[in-house]
């Protein structure tokens, strides 16, 4: 069946620092991948898109990597920032069952200490 | 302000009286879904709608009915609702109309039914 894997054990990492979070994903061939961030309470925020054909992206200081070989993202956030702290939830976009849908995984909290 | 606006944010309900949480976007978005989020079952989807009078099921529509007569109104309907419903739930809009591009979240309803 398929799956999404993101590392449910929250990731603490000193300010300054980068932050490296996977999402491992099997039975799926995604057409593209995003990533978004969550606060406690509130809706998530896109935050990145990353196409099959596209080996990496860059938004200011957020870098996403796609391997399709793997099966396997990267979402990194250099010179972290206590206001970086956050659920990040990624998402597979793919052909299911005849249909477009976009799958979420269940997120990593990333907690960024002083 | 572009946005997704859903209400009540917050509804204490008791089993079988039913209740509609409605969602509306600003932004004349092709494509609408709404979303459930559990602890460590992450965001699943229950509903979505491409366009006007087009309306799909997702992974776990049972219990839940939705209705598109307006590109801009989403509403999602419990007829019965039962405590196994009780979650936060997400409304969720995107230009493609596959849903296939950045998906823009409201705030979020959180829903208790004793």
């Known amino acids: 069946s398929q799956k999404i894997e993101q590392n449910s054990e929250a990731l603490n990492i000193q300010e300054g620092k980068t932050a490296t979070l996977t999402c491992n994903y099997t039975n799926y061939s995604p057409a593209y991948l995003q990533w978004y961030r969550q606060d406690p309470g509130r809706g998530p925020v896109f935050l990145l898109l990353i196409r099959e054909n596209e080996k990496e992206k860059r938004k200011e200081r957020l870098k996403v990597t796609f391997d399709t070989t793997l099966k396997q993202s990267l979402f990194h956030i250099t010179a972290s920032q206590p206001a970086d702290s956050a659920t990040y939830l990624c998402a597979l976009h793919g052909l299911t069952g005849g249909g477009n849908k976009l799958t979420f995984g269940t997120g990593t909290q990333l907690k960024v200490e002083l | 302000e572009a946005q997704v606006t859903q209400n009540p944010r917050y509804l204490i309900t008791v089993t079988g009286k039913k209740l509609t949480v409605t969602c509306s976007q600003n932004m004349n978005h092709e494509y609408m879904s709404w979303y459930r989020q559990d602890p460590g079952l992450g965001l699943r989807q229950i509903y979505y709608s491409m366009n006007v009078e087009v309306t799909d099921k997702g992974d776990v529509p049972e219990g839940y009915k939705v209705s598109r007569k307006e590109k801009r109104n989403f509403p999602l309907i419990l007829e019965s609702p039962s405590p196994n419903q009780t979650s936060l739930y997400f409304c969720?809009?995107?230009?493609?109309?596959?849903?296939?591009?950045?998906?823009?979240f409201g705030e979020g309803s959180r829903l208790t039914v004793l």
């Open positions: 969720a809009s995107s230009l493609s109309a596959g849903g296939s591009g950045e998906l823009f």
